[in-house]
């Protein structure tokens, strides 16, 4: 049975970090490119970063680049998220998704999602 499980949300202060981890299993993890998408409240699904099956390429969205940054452990079927400099904007679930395609949306496996929350 295919899974795809996410951990590391929380509350953070502003300028705060956190580390996000995508764990898989039931499936052949190092064929799939893994994404992270968020949602914050009354707003769409947004792409924050992706990352190749190999992991040697890597993609994020502008709103997120230069803070946040994806890696993944083949060897443990995780992928994670280190965000840093976090800001209330960036409050929302935050969902990893395992796809053949790279930065895909479409027929993706998901997972249930962590909710990250940055206030003071």
């Known amino acids: 049975q295919l899974q795809l499980v996410e951990s590391g949300g929380g509350l953070v202060q502003p300028g705060g970090s956190l580390r996000l981890s995508c764990a898989a299993s039931?499936?052949?993890?190092?064929?799939?490119?893994i994404g992270w998408f968020r949602q914050a409240p009354g707003k769409g699904r947004e792409g924050v970063s992706c990352?190749?099956?190999?992991?040697?390429?890597?993609n994020y969205a502008d709103s997120v680049k230069g803070r946040f940054t994806i890696s993944r452990d083949n060897a443990k079927n995780t992928v994670y998220l280190q965000m840093n400099s976090l800001k209330p904007e960036d409050t929302a679930v935050y969902y990893c998704?395992?796809?053949?395609?790279?930065?895909?949306?479409?027929?993706?496996?998901w997972g249930q999602g962590t909710q990250v929350t940055v206030s003071s």
């Open positions: 998704a395992a796809n053949r395609l790279y930065c895909a949306e479409s027929n993706a496996y």
């Open positions: 990352i190749s099956r190999s992991g040697s390429s890597t």
């Open positions: 039931g499936f052949n993890f190092d064929y799939y490119a």
